[in-house]
């Protein structure tokens, strides 16, 4: 019988994507665009928030979007039936954008001129948090209905993103969600996390989310 | 689902190493996966059985080690563990810093592999 060996590997799975997502970072500040990575649940209202947010600023700032969905381009045809300049990425059953696929769907669009542009990544609060797009902003957003429990649930997410969004505020009548327990919550897992709570249906709180938004993208650009 | 693409690529990893060490067979891969990854074990092997036949690595044994959540206080300097688990206020034990980043609890890693 042939005798069992011990092969040192030592290499972390992510580590491809990890350098590759660094180089994205660089090449992105050369150019002087911001990426942030939109995350958040199917149905939490990504798309809606984008597109009222990007109404709002799109006089000051050039916009861009990456949709990406594991199938159908219905987010990209709204966002550009809006005038507002976006391509879809189809995952193809993944359950997430990696570096990789950004790279892709940067190649794909006029990159040149845009100050933000910001890819809206599949629905999920599992996978997307696991793998580096090449973002410098990770913006997670958490609708309501969903319920105030999702920071024990799902930490990791809340630990990586920079800003919450607490959407549909508008149904806080409707419901038991308790707003100071997620932010409590999130806060534990990440101290340094910037909360905002808006309605995108009546447009409560868009504004000082808008105006925060506004300020990284011309601070980064400058 | 999540777990596919991270097998997938587990499994790429071996079989890569595996080719440049004249490996007839990979009979067992050492993990050490980060506590705040959402990966089950047996979940990480269903998918890895699956993935990995008529490969070298076929019916290989995945050994997962879960790696605890550590920080580094920016503080002071010093790094202290976290039980995410907990739900408990986040904070250095040395200074009550609430400044820290993220040492490992979210890695993947392929540590050794026996094989024959």
Same mark, same amino acid.
Request: net charge negative; charged share 30%; aromatic share 4%.
């Given at each position: ?8 590997? *030592? ?7 990890? *350098? ?10 050369? !150019? *002087? =665009?911001? @990426? ?12 809606? &928030? ?11 700032? *050039? ?34 954008? /990696? ?19 910001? #890819? ?63 932010? !409590? $919550? ?20 868009? !504004?000082?989310?808008? /105006?925060? &938004? ?9 | ?5 991270? =097998? ?23 993990? $050490?996966?980060?506590? @705040?990854?959402?990966? !089950? ?5 269903h998918y890895f059985d699956y993935l990995?036949k /008529? ?8 050994? #997962?080690? $879960? ?34 980043? @993220? ?14």
């Open positions: 019988m042939d005798e069992v060996r011990l092969i040192e590997v *030592k290499e972390d799975i992510r580590a491809d994507n990890e *350098k590759k997502a660094d180089g994205l970072r660089s090449q992105l500040k050369a !150019e *002087k =665009t911001l @990426l942030m990575n939109l995350m958040s649940s199917p149905g939490a209202g990504k798309t809606t &928030l984008l597109m009222k947010s990007i109404g709002m600023i799109k006089d000051e700032i *050039k916009v861009g979007v990456m949709e990406a969905d594991i199938d159908s381009k219905v987010d990209a045809e709204k966002m550009v039936a809006q005038g507002i300049p976006a391509i879809q990425l189809r995952t193809g059953g993944f359950c997430h954008l /990696d570096a990789n696929m950004v790279e892709q769907g940067l190649g794909a669009m006029d990159v040149k001129g845009l100050d933000l542009i910001i #890819i809206e990544n599949v629905g999920n609060l599992v996978c997307p948090a696991e793998f580096d797009t090449g973002a410098v902003l990770n913006a997670m957003l958490l609708s309501v209905p969903e319920g105030d429990d999702k920071p024990l649930k799902y930490p990791l997410m809340f630990s990586i993103c920079d800003v919450l969004i607490v959407t549909k505020t508008d149904y806080l009548s409707l419901s038991d969600f308790d707003m100071e327990a997620v932010k !409590e $919550r999130a806060k534990k897992l990440n101290s340094n996390i910037k909360i905002f709570e808006i309605s995108a249906k009546s447009g409560d709180g868009l !504004e000082a989310w808008t /105006d925060w &938004l506004k300020n990284e993208v011309l601070t980064f650009v400058k | 689902m999540h777990e596919l693409p991270v =097998t997938e690529k587990i499994l790429d990893i071996i079989v890569s190493h595996a080719q440049r060490n004249n490996v007839q067979k990979v009979v067992s891969v050492n993990l $050490r996966v980060g506590e @705040l990854s959402d990966l !089950e074990n047996e979940w990480i092997q990995a /008529d490969s070298v690595a076929e019916g290989a044994k995945l050994v #997962i080690e $879960r790696v605890p959540v550590v920080m580094h206080c920016n503080g002071c300097g010093e790094s202290f563990q976290v039980d995410v688990k907990a739900m408990k206020e986040i904070q250095c034990g040395n200074c009550d810093s609430k400044d820290y980043t @993220l040492v490992s609890g979210k890695d993947y890693y392929i540590k050794d592999m026996e094989v024959i």
